[in-house]
């Protein structure tokens, strides 16, 4: 199961940098269009605005999956690391895990699913360029996807050291 979960991890690591990259160039050409159409040119592109949003909303759900990975979300490790037990760090660590889980997989990855489900059925579309929201709402699924599987992995890997621990302090006595 944890080779499983590594080689996943792997695949998203390098997905998640990847689309990252990818939606930072796209969307720092479109805010220079956006600017140099505005200023330059004097005929402002009425689409670059609504582009530059939907790329935002990807970018940043995108980008927290690659936060989240690298544990480096503002807060997520305070209590943990107030403690000098081994103990209460593996609970509290574990804790944390299993919310982020929890919330990735309820509120992100089935709600996030609902919400793309529902704007597909009613058909509704951006008003400039005519992009079904629905596809702009698919990073919060996605994103919830990617959570869940970095959640379960941090996990494992916690059950794992503190397991390891465990057993050196055995050994020792």
């Given at each position: 199961?944890?080779?499983?979960?590594?080689?996943?991890?792997?695949?998203?690591?390098?997905?998640?940098d990847?689309?990252?990259?990818?939606?930072?160039a796209?969307?720092?050409?479109?805010?220079?269009?956006q600017?140099?159409?505005?200023y330059?040119?004097?005929t402002?592109?009425?689409?670059?605005?609504?582009?530059?949003?939907?790329l935002?909303i990807?970018l940043s759900?995108?980008?927290?999956c690659?936060?989240?990975r690298?544990?480096?979300?503002?807060?997520?490790?305070?209590l943990?690391?107030?403690?000098?037990?081994?103990?209460?760090?593996?609970?509290?660590k574990?804790?944390?895990?299993?919310?982020?889980a929890?919330f990735s997989l309820?509120?992100?990855?089935?709600?996030?699913?609902e919400l793309?489900?529902?704007?597909?059925?009613?058909?509704?579309?951006?008003?400039?360029?005519g992009?079904?929201?629905?596809?702009?709402?698919?990073?919060?699924?996605?994103?919830?996807?990617?959570?869940?599987?970095?959640?379960?992995?941090?996990?494992?890997?916690?059950t794992?050291?503190?397991?390891?621990?465990?057993?050196?302090?055995?050994?020792g006595?």
């Open positions: 199961m944890m080779e499983l979960l590594k080689s996943l991890k792997k695949m998203l690591d390098l997905t998640l990847i689309v990252c990259g990818l939606l930072m796209m969307l720092l050409v479109v805010v220079l269009w600017v140099a159409s505005r330059a040119i004097k402002p592109s009425p689409w670059t605005e609504e582009l530059a949003g939907f935002m990807w759900l995108i980008g927290a690659a936060a989240f690298r544990h480096a979300h503002l807060g997520i490790d305070f943990t690391a107030k403690f000098d037990s081994s103990r209460k760090q593996f609970l509290l574990s804790i944390a895990a299993l919310c982020c929890l309820l509120v992100l990855l089935a709600g996030g699913t793309v489900w529902k704007t597909f059925l009613t058909n509704q579309t951006s008003a400039t360029l992009i079904k929201t629905g596809y702009v709402y698919l990073a919060v699924p996605i994103s919830g996807f990617c959570i869940t599987i970095y959640s379960l992995q941090d996990m494992f890997t916690f794992a050291k503190y397991s390891e621990h465990l057993k050196t302090i055995r050994a006595q």
